[in-house]
């Protein structure tokens, strides 16, 4: 599983950001972060338009947080 991390909003508000689940926002609070399947993060961050997005395994984040 992984995480996706918003650099914009991240570098924006000087902490960092993930999605929530089913795309449905952002928080600062990885307990409320979403979730998403490797293939499908891929392709979120791939598509996301100005590209500040970055899909990081669970275990990467969790490690560091």
């Known amino acids: 599983m992984t995480y996706l991390l918003d650099l914009e909003r991240s570098l924006l508000f000087n902490h960092l950001v993930f999605w ?38 669970k275990e990467v984040v969790e490690g560091i947080i």
């Open 20 to 57: 929530k689940p089913n795309e449905r926002g952002y928080t600062s609070h990885l307990n409320e972060a979403g979730l998403y399947p490797e293939g499908k993060a891929q392709m979120l961050a791939k598509s996301d338009l100005d590209g500040r997005t970055l899909d990081i395994k």
